[in-house]
Nanobody
């Protein structure tokens, strides 16, 4: 069975940084991607960033471009989202997701989801 586990969320002041980690297990194919989504209270789920595990290509939503960076650890099963210059509007539950479809931020392309981790940006 496929499992994804997020960690690293918490409370941070505006302008601060957090590092989220997504550890995937049970994925048997080589060509897949891992993406980060977030959902704030009262808002739709928003795709943030995606990385192709096979070739390392990345894509970012405009809302986080230049502030967030997605990358792989030294194993394919772990993906990190480094979040810098955090703003109160970044407050949300952050989810990682895995899929073998297109390398994009379309929610329907992802088959497996983590449980989410809360990020709160507040002074």
């Amino acid at each position: 069975q496929v499992q994804l586990v997020e960690s690293g969320g918490g409370l941070v002041q505006p302008g601060g940084s957090l590092r989220l980690s997504c550890v995937a297990s049970g994925i048997t194919v080589d060509a897949y991607c891992i993406a980060w989504f977030r959902q704030a209270p009262g808002k739709e789920r928003e795709g943030i960033s995606v990385i192709s595990v096979s070739d390392g290509n990345t894509h970012y939503a405009e809302s986080v471009k230049g502030r967030f960076t997605i990358s792989r650890e030294n194993t394919k099963s772990t993906v990190v989202l480094q979040m810098n210059s955090l703003k109160p509007e970044d407050t949300a539950v952050y989810f990682c997701a895995a899929g073998s479809g297109g390398y994009d931020l379309a929610e329907d392309d992802y088959d497996y989801w983590g449980q989410g981790t809360q990020v709160t940006v507040s002074s």
